[in-house]
């Protein structure tokens, strides 16, 4: 088993240290076999640490840590996460120009492994192939240009298929079910379901009950005001869609 471990988070934008913390305090433990989601109202921090677990430097880490198994990665940069197990499924995948998807895709395999142990061609494509299918992708998917004219939900549908592809110990996925219709959610469920193993955990933004329908979480948690206010099992987000965020407040989840 392996645990990423987040303590006493605070963190601030970078390049506006003036402003006010945009995360104040966030604890979370995620260990491999777990699928965490996190749920929230918008505006509350939620990406914000999504992307600063993941290593984006435009967020500033003023106080607390990061660790997985005990080792911190908060100095670490973004290739060296991705190397310790950590994936990032994006809210607004970026498209790029002149790298095809599969291109992209054997180059974040092969970057996570040795030099001397990259994966053969014939390897990946079979898995690719495979993966694709499960994913009911079109197969000229594999050889367009990076999320370039991917429709909202290709784009999501394609941050799954890299997340099968490359394996990782941690999937952090930030409203993967934004903008999918009722097929494409089920399907990008069904990938984040095979994925599920003891060696693999993951933490799922999402707004939504009805995504939590097909990825049954262990845990849920509920961030407001950059901290994590309220922790329950699948139970918690059912109640949620009743109840709304409104009377939860900071502190809650000490009570
Ligand atoms: P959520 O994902 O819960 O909707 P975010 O983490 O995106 O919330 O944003 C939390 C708060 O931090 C918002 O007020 C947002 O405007 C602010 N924020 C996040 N990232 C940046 C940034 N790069 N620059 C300025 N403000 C930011
Ligand atoms: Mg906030
Ligand atoms: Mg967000």
Same mark, same amino acid.
């Given at each position: 088993?392996?645990?990423?471990?987040?303590?006493?988070?605070?963190?601030?934008?970078?390049?506006?240290?003036?402003?006010?913390?945009?995360?104040?305090?966030?604890?979370?433990?995620?260990?491999?076999?777990?699928?965490?989601?996190?749920?929230?109202?918008?505006?509350?921090?939620?990406?914000?640490? %999504?992307?600063?677990?993941?290593?984006?430097?435009?967020?500033?880490?003023?106080?607390?840590?990061?660790?997985?198994?005990?080792?911190?990665?908060?100095?670490?940069?973004?290739?060296?996460?991705?190397?310790?197990?950590?994936?990032?499924?994006?809210?607004?995948?970026?498209?790029?120009?002149?790298?095809?998807?599969?291109?992209?895709?054997?180059?974040?395999?092969?970057?996570?492994?040795?030099?001397?142990?990259?994966?053969?061609?014939?390897?990946?494509?079979?898995?690719?192939?495979?993966?694709?299918?499960?994913?009911?992708?079109?197969?000229?998917? %594999?050889?367009?240009?990076?999320?370039?004219?991917?429709?909202?939900?290709?784009?999501?549908?394609?941050?799954?298929?890299?997340?099968?592809?490359?394996?990782?110990?941690?999937?952090?996925?930030?409203?993967?079910?934004?903008?999918?219709?009722?097929?494409?959610?089920?399907?990008?469920?069904?990938?984040?379901?095979?994925?599920?193993?003891?060696?693999?955990?993951?933490?799922?933004?999402?707004?939504?009950?009805?995504?939590?329908?097909?990825?049954?979480?262990?845990?849920?948690?509920?961030?407001?005001?950059?901290?994590?206010?309220?922790?329950?099992?699948?139970?918690?987000?059912?109640?949620?869609?009743?109840?709304?965020?409104?009377?939860?407040?900071?502190?809650?989840?000490? %009570?």
């Amino acid at each position: 088993m392996t645990t990423l471990k987040i303590t006493d988070l605070h963190v601030k934008v970078k390049e506006e240290p003036e402003h006010p913390e945009i995360l104040k305090g966030v604890n979370l433990t995620v260990s491999t076999g777990e699928i965490h989601a996190l749920m929230g109202p918008n505006g509350n921090g939620k990406s914000t640490l %999504a992307e600063t677990i993941m290593g984006n430097p435009k967020y500033l880490v003023t106080q607390g840590d990061i660790t997985i198994d005990g080792e911190s990665i908060k100095d670490l940069g973004v290739d060296e996460r991705a190397r310790a197990g950590l994936f990032l499924g994006m809210q607004y995948p970026a498209e790029i120009a002149g790298v095809t998807n599969a291109e992209f895709i054997r180059a974040a395999i092969n970057a996570r492994r040795p030099e001397d142990d990259q994966i053969s061609i014939m390897k990946f494509l079979k898995e690719l192939d495979a993966a694709m299918d499960f994913l009911k992708m079109p197969e000229d998917m %594999a050889d367009r240009y990076l999320n370039q004219g991917f429709s909202g939900g290709e784009k999501k549908r394609n941050e799954i298929l890299q997340m099968m592809m490359i394996k990782p110990k941690f999937g952090l996925l930030d409203e993967i079910d934004s903008g999918l219709d009722i097929d494409a959610l089920r399907i990008v469920a069904n990938g984040v379901n095979k994925m599920r193993s003891p060696e693999f955990g993951t933490l799922m933004i999402t707004h939504y009950q009805r995504l939590l329908d097909y990825i049954v979480p262990d845990f849920v948690h509920v961030m407001k005001d950059g901290e994590i206010i309220e922790t329950g099992g699948a139970e918690l987000a059912k109640e949620l869609e009743k109840t709304g965020y409104e009377h939860l407040k900071a502190g809650d989840a000490n %009570a």
